[in-house]
């Protein structure tokens, strides 16, 4: 059974940053695709960034440069530290997994962690 506890999320204002962690189990973050999306209020779920089961790394056009995504094999956990953050990164922040080595294009992610809200003031 995979479960995903996300933690590291609060408030923080304009230009600050914060590291959002995923414990995994049931599911190793290496070798898997494993990611993180976010979902702010009366908007669509946007995915922020995924790495594969090879390491490859795909970000959303709106946060290159400033989040990256990163395992920790040895923890079985997932990253994603934030920087240079602004008030439109402000979010409800899921981690993904999908195990296999490619992560989806079309089709839902297999398991959501329950969340962690970000909150960026200006």
């Known amino acids: 059974q995979v479960h995903l506890v996300e933690s590291g999320g609060g408030s923080v204002q304009d230009g600050g940053s914060l590291r959002l962690s995923c414990a995994a189990s049931?599911?190793?973050?290496?070798?898997?695709?494993m990611g993180w999306f976010r979902q702010a209020l009366g908007r669509v779920r946007e995915r922020v960034a995924v790495i594969d089961g090879f390491g490859s790394i795909t970000y959303a056009d709106s946060v290159k440069g400033r989040f990256t995504i990163s395992r920790d094999n040895a923890k079985n956990t997932l990253y994603l530290q934030m920087s240079s953050l602004k008030s439109e990164d402000t979010a409800m922040y899921y981690c993904?997994?999908?195990?296999?080595?490619?992560?989806?294009?079309?089709?839902?992610?297999?398991?959501w962690g329950q969340g962690t809200q970000v909150t960026v003031s200006s």
């Open positions: 993904v997994a999908d195990p296999g080595l490619y992560c989806p294009l079309v089709r839902a992610y297999n398991y």
């Open positions: 049931g599911v190793t973050v290496s070798g898997n695709c």
